[in-house]
């Protein structure tokens, strides 16, 4: 079953043709849009430049039967209108993101407030991530004071991305936890 924001074999058919009526300079077009996009935000620093230019370019195929046939002017431009708004987006998100508070795990841990029904819960919780977010939420709180930052750093270089990628990630994941851990503690109560 198609999703109603996926992008089918037809439409996309349809950008390269609005791109240009040969398949060739269309293909070659689309690449260079592409390619630019991707420019644009790893130049506004963002560091999910290619996912963002292939949203761009999707909402561009889902908007295209209403603009197709009342749009003048390069289709360049209407790409560059929406990566703008999708670059404000992107920014939103990441300040929400910015100012989520951190949960260290080590506080469940060693803290005589903490209950055992949170620690429980946090536990479960830490079973319900996958895999490879348990381990890196669990190494991301490895350590304390400068060895901290040390950690991070060879961390975010082991996985081969930024410090600040590292930090969104990790904030990600730590989000799913406070939700998991609010709730069990409530079903616990």
């Known amino acids: 079953m198609i999703k109603e924001n996926e992008v089918t074999q037809k439409s996309f058919d349809s950008l390269l043709y609005w791109l240009d009526p040969s398949r060739d300079i269309a293909g070659q077009k689309y690449e260079k849009i592409r390619q630019r996009l ?9 560091f999910e430049a290619e996912e ?3 949203e761009v370019i999707n909402r561009v195929v889902q908007k295209l039967p209403e603009i197709v046939n009342m749009y003048v002017g390069e289709p360049i431009r209407y790409f560059y ?10 920014l939103r998100k990441q300040k929400k993101l910015k100012n989520l508070q951190p949960l260290d795990i080590n ?5 005589d407030s903490a209950s055992d029904c949170e620690f429980e819960c946090l536990e479960k919780c830490l079973r319900t991530l996958p895999k ?18 040390l950690y991070r750093q060879t961390l975010a270089a082991k996985l081969k991305i930024s ?10 994941i730590r989000v799913k936890l406070e939700v998991c851990i609010k709730n069990c503690v409530a079903q616990n109560n």
Do not use: M, P
């Open 38 to 46: 991707i420019r644009i935000y790893i130049g506004r620093g963002c």
């Open 52 to 54: 963002l230019a292939d």
């Open 81 to 90: 209108g929406v990566a703008e708004k999708t670059h404000l987006e992107w």
């Open 107 to 111: 506080d469940y841990n060693n803290s």
């Open 132 to 149: 490879e977010q348990r381990e890196l939420i669990i190494e991301y709180y490895q350590e304390e004071k400068s060895a901290k930052i």
């Open 163 to 172: 410090i600040n990628a590292l930090q969104i990630k990790t904030s990600r």
